[in-house]
């Protein structure tokens, strides 16, 4: 069983940066990892993925700003947020499915809690 739990939210000023950190238990060596966002009254959007073999997918509208990384040694997965607008204030979850990544979140079996980000 995959438990994921996320850290690093909070509130910052437009422009600033954050990292948010994704701790993950169990065998997800074969897993991909994957942050999703979800403001209110909005649909919850794919964020960042990245594969077992490290290869990273994004949101087309936040590539440059956003990367995604991930330690399977630490069990830990990563994004630093660069340059923060805000319309990037929303939950941002981690989620993890078996296989390779997308941005569907019907694919994704496990899902954290949520960590809040605030931009203003």
């Known amino acids: 069983h995959v438990q994921l739990v996320e850290s690093g939210g909070g509130s910052v000023q437009v422009g600033g940066s954050l990292r948010l950190t994704c701790t993950f238990s169990g065998k997800t060596y074969s897993y991909g990892l994957a942050w999703f966002r979800q403001a209110p009254g909005k649909e919850r959007e794919g964020v960042a993925a990245?594969?077992?073999?490290?290869?990273?997918y994004y949101s087309a509208s936040l590539r440059g700003r956003f990367t995604v990384s991930r330690d399977n040694a630490k069990n830990t997965m990563y994004l630093q947020m660069n340059k923060l607008k805000d319309e990037d204030t929303s939950m941002y979850y981690c989620?993890?499915?078996?296989?390779?990544?997308?941005?569907?979140?019907?694919?994704?079996?496990?899902w954290g809690q949520g960590t809040q980000v605030t931009v203003s």
């Open positions: 990245i594969t077992t073999g490290g290869s990273t």
């Open positions: 989620a993890a499915r078996y296989g390779g990544c997308n941005f569907r979140t019907s694919d994704y079996n496990y």
